[in-house]
């Protein structure tokens, strides 16, 4: 078992900007890929980006590149998203999940462990 916990959401005006965090425990070993994904009111949920937990190589959707950036911390067990430039649209729970085979993948059903989610909005 992986559990993850995110902190750092809140309220924050347009243009401004948040980082994220997730805290990995448990079998972190066995995470081989870490998402971030958010889900709007009404919506479904959208992946964000992901990042190799050994490598560090990183994904990031083209509706958040340049804006978004996801980053780990292996000593600590931490995965970062970094978020700039917000808008009202990026207004959203934001989760961190974790997947376990090998490859990149941005469907939530291909994670394994999920975090509760923080809650970012981002007024106008």
């Known amino acids: 078992q992986v559990q993850l916990v995110e902190s750092g959401g809140g309220l924050v005006q347009t243009g401004g900007s948040l980082r994220l965090s997730c805290a990995a425990s448990?079998?972190?070993?066995?995470?081989?890929?870490m998402g971030w994904f958010r889900q709007a009111p009404g919506k479904e949920r959208e992946f964000l980006a992901a990042i190799m937990w050994r490598s560090g190589k990183s994904f990031h959707t083209a509706s958040v590149d340049g804006r978004f950036t996801i980053s780990r911390d292996n000593a600590q067990n931490m995965v970062y998203l970094t978020m700039d430039s917000l808008k009202p649209e990026d207004t959203a729970i934001y989760y961190c999940a974790a997947g376990t085979r090998d490859g990149v993948y941005t469907t939530p059903r291909e994670y394994d462990y999920w975090g509760q989610g923080t809650s970012v909005t981002v007024s106008s």
């Open positions: 448990g079998r972190t070993f066995s995470a081989f890929l």
